[in-house]
């Protein structure tokens, strides 16, 4: 699910549209905190990933779906527009790419750097805070952090910068372990 955010063509394309209506109409940073709520919610709901991926869901139920959503959320009216023409458009499925998108417009044009903390349980203040500052002296700039838990992993941490994966989960050195093993 997680995995699902990554930028697509269309949707960087309606991601650009977003961002340029955000920033004209001076809600970017409204409508980016909608965007991490509907992150949010794509992750933890199997009810609105079902709303916005079934293909047998009419494009205008898809609509008024995610109107009600924004509504509920009470979600600034630039983003509550653009969910129900992303919904009357068929584009509902594309919601994590342009999320992705918008993502990657507001990190160039801010000049912020976001990392994404995957780890298997949940993290102290004090982990935290040791994970921002190896960031920041890495980066030469303090990130701006998110945290996820994923019990799958088993152990260790998976830190994604922009496109840049480190992956020092204990998930992954098993099966790297299971590889060589079969080869030998």
Request: proline letters at 3%.
């Amino acid at each position: 699910m997680a995995d699902d955010f990554r930028t697509t063509e269309v949707g960087g394309r309606y991601a650009q549209a977003l961002f340029d209506l955000a920033l004209e109409t001076g809600h970017l940073d409204a409508v980016r905190a909608d965007l991490a709520s509907l992150r949010a919610a794509w992750i933890e709901s199997a009810d609105l990933r079902r709303l916005a991926t079934s293909p047998v869901m009419a494009a205008e139920d898809q609509q008024r779906g995610l109107v009600a959503i924004a509504d509920k959320a009470r979600f600034e009216t630039t983003t509550r527009n653009f969910l129900g023409l992303l919904g009357q458009n068929g584009r509902a499925r594309d919601l994590p790419a342009v999320i992705a998108g918008f993502e990657a417009l507001y990190s160039a044009h801010t000049g912020v750097v976001a990392a994404e903390v995957v780890s298997a349980v949940p993290l102290s203040t004090a982990q935290t805070t040791h994970i921002r500052s190896a960031l920041s002296k890495a980066l030469g700039k303090a990130p701006e952090m998110t945290a996820r838990v994923d019990p799958s992993i088993l152990g260790g941490l998976k830190v994604k910068v922009g496109s840049t994966l480190f992956d020092a989960s204990l998930k992954t050195k098993l099966d790297q372990m299971k590889f060589a093993l079969k080869r030998a």
